[in-house]
């Protein structure tokens, strides 16, 4: 059974930095996964995503200042998160499945199966 777990959620200030981790256990061998955030009323949004091959495709909202990463051989799921601005204040939750995706479409929520139960990021101006 596939379970994700978030951490490295936190308060910081504007032009800050933050590095949120994700553990999996019980991944497949092919797989893609993303961060996903979400502010209260509104969409969930998918801003990162690589794949197992190390693939990487971002919204442009955060283009150039989020980066993720991923440890392979101990299935951690990173976001380095650098010049945090207010508005990239939600929920952030790591997010996979297995198999492949290509194409932008990939940061689509509605594509994964599996997601973490979430970790807070607020950003004071």
């Known amino acids: 059974q596939v379970q994700l777990v978030e951490s490295g959620g936190g308060s910081v200030q504007s032009g800050g930095s933050l590095r949120l981790s994700c553990t999996a256990s019980g991944w497949p061998y092919n797989y893609y996964m993303a961060w996903v955030r979400q502010v209260p009323g509104k969409e969930r949004e998918g801003i990162a995503m690589?794949?197992?091959?190390?693939?990487?495709r971002y919204a442009n909202s955060v283009m150039g200042r989020f980066t993720i990463s991923q440890d392979y051989a101990k299935h951690i799921l990173y976001l380095q998160m650098d010049s945090l601005k207010p508005e990239d204040t939600a929920l952030y939750y790591c997010?996979?499945?297995?198999?492949?995706?290509?194409?932008?479409?990939?940061?689509?929520?509605?594509?994964?199966?599996?997601w973490g139960q979430g970790t807070q990021v607020t950003v004071s101006s």
């Open positions: 997010a996979g499945s297995d198999g492949y995706c290509s194409g932008p479409g990939c940061l689509a929520p509605s594509r994964y199966r599996y």
């Open positions: 690589i794949d197992s091959p190390g693939r990487t």
